[in-house]
């Protein structure tokens, strides 16, 4: 992919990073560690992080060794045409499934708290609409608009987890992976509890854009360690707060973390309005930066050079998509879904593609 010119600093793709990766998963991600660990579901949650922190050394270095492309032009010199289109199509695959996901929470957090009766075609549909106009602008306005809003959440989320230490109690932490609260057997949740590191296709996909390809691999680990530390500091937080067998039972932990602060201040009274105001705009981000790197990539698939016509096509196909996640349930089934391949890409396609570059450096030499 040859650019005209690159705009984004290494602050800005950590920031982006961080935008896709951080959005509706990690309020329910305490909740899913409790089930399948018990107490010490918050080491858990730091030990996946530090894996995906290893991922995204080779995730970066990969983007490195190609500073003018996607991931999508250079796979299939790498993997071969079929395997190449094979792999291409489930790229874009988990780019796009977690749009419908994105919205469904959205839906869910305005009728908890903000718009109870609102009709869910008025805010599916709206915020769809929200999404396809920001995705269809340039590359450098989306990273501006994403600097300002996830900037807002990961404070406002902080200010929430650090107040609430007022109930705190580290006895909830204990015992560290004791046998009668691990549940391993429940693989499917297992899986979702990997659905909220999935952020790294971002740097295979916008390093053309970057001022200094050779800081991409920083810029990609830094993200993805300040997302585990998030994480894993919220769920720690969250489980010492309310136990874990309490936090199994709770679908929007983060909701209830913030209505557990007690502040006299009037404007904090219901905190949980101020985190669900401020995550609307990490859910944006999240859906955004999706919205926009589908139709990056799939426009480079067909080779269709305006990116927001495929943007708008799609808006019916998604609309109808977020519309099918009826529940809790059945969006949660469908997150495990893009988990396990999100897992597959990140393990294994990822080191693949990798390899496969170094084998292909030492042919030339």
Known sequence: MKTGGRSLSARQVTLMILGYGIGGGILTLPSLAAGIFGASGWLAVLVI???????????????????????????????????????????????????????????????????????????????????????????????????????????????????SFQHFDPIHLLPVFSKDQINLDQMEQLLGLTFAFGSLPVVNMVVPYIRNPRQTTKATMK??????????????????????????????????????????????QRLDLVLIVSWISALY??????????????????????????????????????ASLKNYFIWTRWSIYVALLSLVIAFFFYPLLYFLSLRKEKRHE
């Open 285 to 322: 981000t999240t859906g955004l930066i999706s919205s926009f790197l589908v139709g990056l990539a799939l426009g480079q698939l067909v080779r269709v050079r305006k990116k927001a016509y495929i943007i708008w096509a799609l808006v019916p196909v998604t609309y109808y998509l977020s």
């Open 49 to 163: 992080g530090l894996l995906y922190v290893g991922v995204a050394w080779i995730a970066g270095r990969l983007a490195e060794k190609f500073p003018e492309e996607t991931i999508i032009e250079y796979s299939p010199r790498l993997l071969g045409k079929v395997i190449g289109l094979l792999f291409n199509l489930a790229f874009i695959a988990l780019l796009y499934l977690v749009i419908p996901v994105n919205i469904r929470i959205l839906q869910e957090l305005v009728n908890i708290s903000l718009l109870p009766g609102a009709p869910t075609w008025f805010v599916s549909g709206t915020y769809l609409l929200a999404l396809a106009y920001g995705a269809s602008r340039e590359v450098d306005q989306i990273a501006q608009v994403n600097e300002l809003l996830i900037e807002i959440a990961i404070f406002v989320g902080l200010f929430v987890v650090v107040a």
């Open 223 to 268: 993200a993805s360690f300040f997302i585990a530390l998030i994480y894993t500091f919220f769920t720690a937080v969250s489980l010492g707060v309310f136990g874990y067998k309490e936090a199994i039972d709770l679908s929007w932990i983060g909701l209830e973390l913030a209505k557990s602060v007690n502040s006299r201040a009037v404007i904090l």
